[in-house]
T-cell receptor
Framework: RKEVEQDPGPFNVPEGATVAFNCTYS??????FFWYRQDCRKEPKLLMS???SGNEDGRFTAQLNRASQYISLLIRDSKLSDSATYLC???????????FGSGTRLSIRP | NAGVTQTPKFQVLKTGQSMTLQCAQD?????MYWYRQDPGMGLRLIYY???????DKGEVPNGYNVSRLNKREFSLRLESAAPSQTSVYFC????????????FGDGTRLSIL
């Protein structure tokens, strides 16, 4: 099993739709979780950190499910500008590692 | 605010040539990182520096060396470039350690012929 797994997509949804994707991780000792977005041929940019209690930032909601070892990202009222690749990132501090998922590609159509 | 600055943005090398990728951050961060990103794969950590004066190997360190010149600057050196090192290289920094959000430079696209 990969340490961090994401559905590569692409997810192709109409503008205004709600879309959600998950990211599973293998190390139950992981403590820090993040979602980054990466536009084509650009650098990753932090979208949000994922806290145990879940967190929301405008149209974006992130959740952590420790029992099933996954994090999720929900995007409501999607915009054309949300089209990007979303990277899940999990730390493994005990091994001094940080693991990036391969990303989920999201395409919003008009 | 410049954030994290990488140079050069593009480079083409011949097999066996050497070069150094430069990275500087102006956010007073303690930790800095070098990653490579290949098609269809996640970013993979090459080396990192938790704080000034320390460096540690990441997931894919072979063929690379690093220098943490001072708190601001962290360079990556390819001593003898190989075609397998063709990739996009990203430098990043965080306030203090791997468990913190990272800020990325805009990358160096490196081709080894």
């Amino acid at each position: 099993r990969k340490e961090v797994e994401q559905d590569p997509g692409p997810f192709n949804v109409p503008e205004g739709a709600t879309v959600a994707f998950n990211c599973t991780y293998s190390n139950s000792a992981s403590q820090s979780f993040f979602w980054y977005r990466q536009d084509c041929r650009k650098e990753p940019k932090l979208l949000m950190s994922v806290y145990s209690s879940g967190n929301e930032d405008g149209r974006f909601t992130a959740q952590l499910n420790r029992a099933s070892q996954y994090i999720s990202l929900l995007i409501r009222d999607s915009k054309l500008s949300d089209s990007a690749t979303y990277l899940c990132v999990v730390d493994d501090s005990s091994a001094s590692k940080i693991i990036f998922g391969s990303g989920t590609r999201l395409s919003i159509r008009p | 605010n410049a954030g994290v600055t990488q140079t050069p943005k593009f480079q083409v090398l011949k097999t066996g040539q050497s070069m150094t990728l430069q990275c500087a951050q102006d956010m007073n961060h303690n930790s800095m990182y070098w990653y490579r990103q290949d098609p269809g794969m996640g970013l993979r950590l090459i080396y990192y520096s938790a704080s000034e004066g320390t460096t540690d190997k990441g997931e894919v360190p072979n063929g690379y060396n690093v220098s943490r010149l001072n708190k601001r600057e962290f360079s990556l050196r390819l001593e003898s470039a190989a075609p397998s090192q063709t990739s996009v290289y990203f430098c990043a920094s965080s306030e203090n350690g791997l468990d913190q959000p990272q800020h990325f430079g805009d990358g160096t696209r490196l081709s080894i012929l």
